[in-house]
């Protein structure tokens, strides 16, 4: 499940929280609903913001493969190929 960020300018807090993808939080109560915590003196229907975090995004041209891959043809079932010394 992502983790996100969120902010309130009510009170200054960045709050973490995970939820799906799908799950939208717009206000302090339904973060604070969320996250076992408490409303505090901020009053439950002031805004929150999601806050853009890059550190989770992976993207498959990232990614860099150590072992090389075997010709098309070359490799055995059961893990006889050639290439896994």
Not at 27 to 47: A, F, H, Q, S, V
Not at 64 to 70: G, I, K, N, R
């Amino acid at each position: 499940m992502p983790t996100y960020d969120y902010y309130c300018e009510a009170n200054g807090e960045k709050i973490e929280v995970f939820h799906p993808m799908n799950e939208t939080i717009s206000n302090w109560g339904e973060l604070c609903e969320k996250t076992n915590r408490p409303l505090g003196e901020t009053g439950k229907d002031e805004p929150v913001r999601k806050l853009i975090s890059g550190a989770a995004v992976i993207s498959s041209s990232s990614r860099v493969d150590t072992e090389p891959s075997c010709p098309a043809g070359a490799c055995c079932p059961g893990g006889s190929c050639g290439f896994s010394e």
